[in-house]
């Protein structure tokens, strides 16, 4: 197979792909076989991803331009044809002829180069001659004749002294203000009228008379001096007993999480820490030897330790400042007669109006914060754009074109993307939320969906970059070096795609069984070092996992379109999260856990929504202004992501 036929090929299957008559995973196995070996013994293929040649270099797959073909000229051509029908070539007749003509053409050929050289010549010769002129005019004839001034005596040059004012710093007067005393304020007690004796007048009418007022104090706070001793009162804190060591030891090696190394030697991941003295699960280092307890056993309870905590005897009181007020009070000197009770009946009360319930007002969502990154697709450029905004839209920044798939570090600091599409970087890059300090870290232009460790020191992607259709995990261990390996079962590297690196050290990705029942598709995990993997979910549309503790959230079709769903890491709680006719996908947790923003169409126009982890709440944050790719699933490839 020729280069011209292979890629004449190619564009055949890409416009297939386009018009929807071929399956992306059709299109991926014929692209692939579509392979070249050259005279030198090399053999070439076409990118699925770029369209561009790659060469085999005997170690891996390299972007290069392919050598030119040769064809055969048209004298071969008519003497193959001639031969085949069993005549002779026919000769050009009169060649005497035709030499004295070509003499003619031979001869004029050269003339016009000729001329045109000479006449190059004499304007190099004239600029020389003018640049010489002025040259000369600039440095000697200018000044011809006029004597070079010179000064009598030198002058004397002094400094002047110059005053330059400072700012007149304030000064700040103090008010004063009045202290306040300590010492209650005597006031005078005002003394008792005499009571007027009662007469006994028919009817008796009581007579009123006032009585001494009574004090009634206000209180007035003044500051007073608090004492405080400290008694030695014990309180009991615990600390761990660790668990005791079975004499087994492990070597960390690059990839492992201490999740998956207690499950290989059977013990909980919190006696393994206590072990080993490890206050943070999720930071361990290749090198590190660990002690392993004995399986099955976990850390003792903790042992009380007493301590002594200061507790004040005495508080700071307030002092009440009395001011005695005159308040009159009436004391009856003689008891009223007695009043009639009208008898009769009892009036029966009437209805008791029941006021209206208070409505309960509803509970508005909490401020959300952060940033996120998601991407736009550019039409003119034909590729993304990448952009970073606040969470309300405001504060839009373009970080570069060309990249897709953006993930942030779990502080905000540091963002992976993928580089497919942009200049001069088109492999797994980091760079800051502003752009900045663009620095690739992987080895290969397939490589995708970058997703960072725990510690956020390394990062995990999937790639095809072996040419044969198929999409492998990989973890970078050196992203200084650019040294990168694939996560495998045994020997065989873990196919996927998607991939996220949850919390407690294992990679969350959507693929199938490829070692068993392969129809079983859906989303899987594996540990960061390899290892068995294990299916979470069911369905073979199950992809863009994001993960927040225990949770993952997802997208599927399974319910018909695209929607939002949510699991537990050990495949219980699946719960529906969107429910709408438009679709909603590429999920992201906010970095406190509560929120979960997503992308959907379901306006017309695609736009990043939000809602709460249990799919209440769910509003537009802000329109993209722009859409994805071409075709109805680009979208469902790239990524969007929240951080600090």
């Known amino acids: 197979m020729r280069f011209s036929e292979a890629e004449e090929q190619y564009r055949e299957l890409e416009e297939q792909l386009v018009r929807g008559e071929l399956k992306e995973e059709e299109f991926l196995v014929q692209a692939a076989q579509l392979r070249v070996v050259d005279p030198e013994g090399r053999r070439w293929m076409i990118s699925t991803r770029t369209g561009r040649w790659l060469v085999h270099d005997g170690q891996q797959w390299v972007f290069a331009e392919p050598p030119k073909e040769e064809f055969e000229g048209e004298e071969v051509e008519a003497e193959a044809l001639a031969s085949a029908k069993g005549m002779e070539p026919v000769e050009a007749e009169a060649p005497a002829a035709a030499a ?21 010549a004499a304007l190099l010769l004239i600029g020389c001659l003018i640049g010489g002129g002025v040259s000369a005019w600039v440095f000697l004839l200018r000044d011809w004749g006029e004597p070079t001034p010179v000064p009598e005596r030198p002058t004397n040059v002094s400094l002047v002294q110059t005053y330059t004012p400072r700012p007149a710093t304030p000064t700040y007067t103090p008010t004063p203000t009045q202290t306040p005393s ?41 500051p007073t001096r608090v004492t405080s001793v400290a008694a030695l009162t014990p309180t009991a804190t615990s600390t761990a007993t660790p668990a005791p060591p079975s004499g087994q030891t492990y070597q960390v090696r690059p990839g492992d999480t201490l999740f998956e190394i207690a499950l290989r030697f059977d013990v909980s991941v919190n006696a393994l820490a206590e072990a080993n003295g490890i206050t943070n699960t999720a930071l361990i280092r290749p090198g590190m030897v660990l002690v392993i307890p004995v399986p099955g056993t976990t850390p003792l309870p903790p042992t009380p330790t007493p301590t002594w905590t200061p507790i004040a005897l005495r508080t700071s009181t307030v002092t009440a400042t009395v001011r005695a007020t005159a308040t009159p009070t009436t004391a009856a000197t003689r008891t009223p007669a007695p009043t009639a009770t009208p008898s009769g009946p009892t009036p029966t009360p009437g209805p008791t109006r029941t006021p209206n319930p208070t409505p309960t007002p509803t509970a508005r969502p909490a401020a959300l914060t952060g940033k996120i990154a998601y991407t736009v697709w550019n039409p003119f450029d034909n590729r993304y754009e990448l952009w970073v905004s606040r969470v309300d839209g405001t504060g839009r920044n373009m970080l570069g074109e060309g990249f897709r798939q953006p993930q942030f570090r779990q502080d905000g600091n540091l963002l992976a ?44 992607y999937s790639s095809n970059s072996w040419g044969d259709g198929q999409v492998r995990l990989g973890i970078v261990h050196d992203m200084f070096g650019m040294q990168q390996d694939w996560i495998k079962i045994g020997t065989t590297e873990i196919r996927g795609e998607f991939p996220f690196w949850m919390a407690d050290g294992r990679v969350v990705y959507s693929g199938c069984d490829f070692m068993g029942d392969q129809s079983a598709c859906g989303l899987y995990w594996v540990g960061a ?47 529906r999260l969107t429910n709408n006719a438009a679709h909603d996908g590429l999920p992201t947790w906010s970095p406190d856990g509560k929120s979960i923003a997503f992308v959907s169409n379901r306006d017309g126009a ?37 951080a600090p």
């Not at 004295?100 to 190059?120: D, F, T």
């Not at 690739?440 to 460790?453: A, C, F, I, L, R």
């Open 529 to 575: 070092g390899g290892g068995n993997y294990r299916r979470l979910t069911n369905h073979q549309s199950d992809t863009g996992p994001a993960g927040y503790g225990t949770r993952v959230a997802f997208m599927s079709s399974r319910d018909g379109n695209w929607e939002v769903y949510t699991v537990n890491m050990d495949g219980s709680g699946l719960n």
């Open 100 to 120: 004295p003509a070509a003499k003619p053409a031979s001869r004029a050929g050269p003339a016009i180069p000729r001329i045109v050289l000479a006449g190059i």
């Open 182 to 222: 300590r010492t209650p304020v005597p006031t005078d007690t005002p003394t008792p009228t005499n009571t007027p004796t009662p007469t006994d007048t028919p009817p008796p009418t009581p007579t009123w008379t006032r009585l001494p007022p009574t004090p009634t104090s206000q209180a007035s706070l003044a």
């Open 417 to 460: 993307a993928n580089g497919d599409g942009a200049p001069n970087y088109e492999h797994l890059v980091t760079m800051s939320p502003s752009g900045g300090g663009k620095v690739e870290v992987s080895n290969y232009s397939e490589d995708g969906y970058p997703t960072w460790s725990p510690d956020g020191a390394i990062v995990a």
């Open 606 to 642: 695609w736009a990043i929504w939000v809602m709460d982890a249990n799919g209440s709440n769910q509003r537009k944050l802000f329109n993209l202004d722009g859409s994805y790719g071409t075709g109805n699933y680009a979208w469902t490839n790239e990524r969007i992501s929240w």
